[in-house]
């Protein structure tokens, strides 16, 4: 089973995780199953970019963003080449290292 090592953010998983991802699933969804509390404003619904992930290792296991993340991925804050919106990305194979953006977007985060 592959994991998703996270790295340590300051808010929702200071320590960093290590979790047990099942193939199939998205990043987000490994995420909150985990007790890492990663924003998803929208509900996974790709309308928003609060659940933007930045793919440190294993970028290339993941299925090619589709046009609609891409234009979605556009808009968020801290965008890298290897970002990914984690309720769009699908866990395979391979082990994955993620880093959590410091900032969203979100405007209307009840967090804050």
Not at 7 to 22: D, N, R, S, W
Not at 68 to 80: I, R, S, V
Request: aromatic content about 2%.
């Amino acid at each position: 089973m592959p994991q998703i090592i996270v790295l340590p953010h300051e808010e929702l998983c200071p320590e960093g995780a290590v979790i047990e991802a099942e193939k199939g699933v998205t990043i987000c969804d490994a995420l909150l199953k985990n007790d890492v509390d990663i924003e998803h404003a929208c509900e996974k619904s790709c309308a928003c970019t609060t659940c933007h992930v930045v793919v440190r290792e294993g970028y290339n296991s993941l299925q090619e963003a589709t046009e609609e993340e891409d234009d979605m991925l556009d808009k968020a804050w801290g965008l890298e080449p290897e970002s990914r919106l984690s309720c769009q990305a699908v866990v395979d194979d391979e082990d994955l290292v993620i880093e959590i953006p410091k900032y969203t977007i979100n405007m209307v985060s009840e967090n804050h």
